[in-house]
């Protein structure tokens, strides 16, 4: 079957339109080398920091807005999830049959010149094998899920540590706030063996001992506020915030919302981790996906068509006369014998992952529920160590810091010793800030374990 040939070149046109289509498909792909300084530029541009203006800090800031905030900034989660978008992607390309090719053969040069050629045209296709379109697709699908926990596993950590950011910086706001009154006590207490010393009760080495007893209070009163600046830092970097851009926090410390103890009850918040937790469901994922590959896996072995043919034939025959049709239809296949895999090696292989992967997700379901214990052990010690100083300790140490005060003021008591008195309620008042911290560092840690989303 002959083309129109071209009055200048001589060829058919639709020769010269195959031979661009070969040229352009040869072409090398426009690779950009970006080169070490792409990644500063990167890093210039992104480290820009947010102005401080109303849209970027709002007043009252609670845990729960701070997580949302970095859950929403955060560069490793927003390529996370760009992640999981292309692997949802693929659950569509895995639905794909394969493409039908096109070909042409009996073409020669020599019979186009001489206005005889003729060409045989074939269209192939590889049918598709047993299982192996379910099995890519369920593949895919299971593929995103565990994509979709790995991201979910991460939202809970990031959540979890910008919680403990607030609690602290919380509680260290009481913290200062202790301090600052141990160091007027202190300062109350140096006046005092000043006088003393001046009237010829006391000694210079009383004074000396109060004054380092001061110069230590001091130091002590500026700890929380040089451990929350590198907290507020971080907290600033998850939100995208300028290093001092003004953060007004609030709330209950890391927004922990302590469970009554009755609601506590170990077997249903295990059944509560099991069923959400991203590792148990990245594993679940896993044994199912090694379940699709022990499906498929014997149907790889069995013999299958490699390609199936139409073909049609206009090659003009030499000596045929006008009378006859050189022109026909045909038929071909081919059969793929794959004789390597009749000896089950990959079968076997398939079903040993399986029972690997059976035997993670197990180890997986053990790890959570053991961690959901020790979580559930440590909330109820945080919780009766903080009751017992709520109940007991702080009650005892403010009455005697009352009856201090009175005394004093009816001269019935040495102004030493009730300072003393009053020390011993900041110092109660101390250990009632750091179980606070201990109970909302705890509560926050149940929740991980227990895989809820922020």
Same mark, same amino acid.
């Given at each position: 079957?002959?083309?129109t ?6 060829w058919p046109?639709?020769a ?6 070969? *040229? ?15 990644a ?15 849209a970027?800090v709002a007043? $009252?800031?609670d ?10 900034h955060?560069p490793a989660l ?10 949802? +992607?693929?659950? *569509?390309?895995a ?16 019979d ?8 045989e ?12 379109v379910?099995a890519?697709i ?5 593929e ?6 790995e991201?979910?596993?991460a ?14 910086l919380?509680i260290?706001?009481?913290?200062a ?17 000043a006088?003393?010393?001046?009237? *010829?009760a ?10 380092l007893?001061s110069?230590e209070?001091a +130091?002590?009163?500026a700890a ?9 830092r971080?907290?600033?970097t998850?939100?995208?915030l ?8 609030t ?15 170990a077997?249903a ?5 099991? !069923? ?5 469901n990245? +594993?679940?994922a896993?044994?199912? $996906?090694?379940a ?13 068509f ?12 030499p000596? !045929?006369?006008?009378e006859?049709?050189?022109y026909r239809?045909g ?6 014998i794959?004789?390597?895999q ?13 029972v ?6 197990e180890a ?8 959901v ?10 919780r ?7 109940s ?13 005060r ?5 001269? !019935?008591l ?8 009053q020390?011993?309620r ?6 009632h ?5 201990e109970?909302?560092h ?8 227990l $895989?809820r989303?922020p």
């Open positions: 079957m002959a083309g040939v071209s009055r200048t070149t001589g046109r639709w010269l339109a195959l031979a661009t289509m070969l *040229g352009l498909a040869a072409c090398s792909p426009p690779v950009a080398h970006l080169g070490s300084g792409h500063l530029k990167v890093w210039r541009a992104a480290s820009v920091p947010q102005p401080a203006g109303p970027a007043p $009252g800031l845990a729960q807005e701070l997580v949302r905030r970095a859950l929403e955060d927003r390529a996370l999830r760009a992640e999981v978008a292309s692997i949802e +992607a693929g659950v *569509g390309l639905r794909e049959r394969g493409e039908l090719e096109v070909r042409l053969s009996q073409f020669r040069l020599d186009v010149r001489e206005r005889r050629a003729g060409v045209l074939a269209v192939r296709a590889r049918p598709v094998r047993p299982r192996e379910p890519n369920a593949t895919a699908r299971l995103a899920d565990a994509a979709r926990a991201l979910r596993e939202e809970i950590l990031l959540a979890g540590e910008i919680r403990r950011l607030h609690a602290d919380r260290a706001e009481d913290e706030a202790i301090a600052q009154d141990e160091l007027a006590l202190r300062d109350e207490e140096r006046a005092i063996v006088s003393r010393l001046a009237a *010829g006391g000694t210079a080495l009383d004074v000396a001992l109060s004054q007893s110069a209070l +130091a002590d009163a929380p506020v040089d451990a929350s600046n590198p907290q507020l971080r907290l600033r998850h939100l995208g300028a290093p001092d851009a003004p953060m007004d926090l709330g209950a410390p890391g927004g922990v919302d302590a469970p009554a103890a009755e609601a506590m009850v077997e918040m295990i059944a509560e981790a099991l !069923a959400q937790h991203p590792l148990v990245r +594993a679940e896993q044994l199912a $996906g090694a699709v590959e022990a499906w498929r896996a014997p149907a790889d072995a069995w013999p299958w490699s390609f199936v043919q139409v073909d049609y034939d206009a090659v003009p025959q000596n !045929a006369s006008s006859s049709k050189p239809f038929f071909a296949l081919g059969i793929n794959p004789l390597w009749w000896s089950g090696a990959s079968v076997r292989a398939a079903r040993a992952q399986q690997h992967r059976q035997l993670a997700f997986t379901v053990f790890e959570v529920a053991a961690e214990q020790v979580a559930l052990a440590e909330v109820r010690v945080a009766e160590r903080l009751a017992t100083i709520e007991v300790l702080l009650p005892a140490a403010q009455v005697a810091a009352d009856e201090a009175k005394a004093r003021a009816q001269s !019935a040495d102004p030493m010793r009730a300072l003393q008195l020390n011993a900041l110092k109660a008042r101390r250990l800030a750091a179980a606070r911290r109970l909302a705890a509560l926050i840690g149940l929740d991980e374990v $895989g989303r």
